[in-house]
């Protein structure tokens, strides 16, 4: 059974740092590209982070949102069949429910992605 599990969320104050963990089960983390996404109240969901397979890359190819590059890491622990997102310099406006998801490919579209986690809040506030 396919599973992704996050967690890591919470409430940090602006200009703090979380880290994001997606635990994969039921399938080879490297045989499949990793996204993280993210939704807030009102708004729709949005691509954050994602990083590629290792199957189609002999190296691992990350990409990211513009609101998040510079501050963000994606990255994977192929021992642990985890995905991370490094979470710096964190604003209000980065408050939402994170999800991470299974990809054919790596992509900033949800289409592409066939498989969610359930979801781990984050929210940015004094």
């Known amino acids: 059974q396919v599973q992704l599990v996050e967690s890591g969320g919470g409430l940090v104050q602006p200009g703090g740092s979380l880290r994001l963990s997606c635990t994969a089960s039921?399938?080879?983390?490297?045989?499949?590209?990793i996204g993280w996404f993210r939704q807030a109240p009102g708004k729709e969901r949005e691509g954050v982070s994602c990083?590629?397979?290792?199957?189609?890359?002999?190296?691992?190819?990350?990409y990211y949102a513009d609101s998040v590059k510079g501050r963000f890491t994606i990255s994977r622990d192929y021992t642990k069949n985890t995905v991370y997102l490094q979470m710096n310099s964190l604003k209000p406006d980065d408050t939402a429910v994170y999800y991470c998801?299974?990809?054919?490919?790596?992509?900033?579209?949800?289409?592409?992605?066939?498989?969610w986690g359930q979801g781990i809040q984050v929210t940015v506030s004094s």
């Open positions: 990083i590629s397979s290792s199957l189609r890359n002999s190296e691992d190819s990350t």
């Open positions: 998801a299974r990809g054919t490919i790596a992509s900033m579209r949800s289409r592409f992605y066939d498989s």
């Open positions: 039921g399938f080879t983390l490297a045989d499949y590209a």
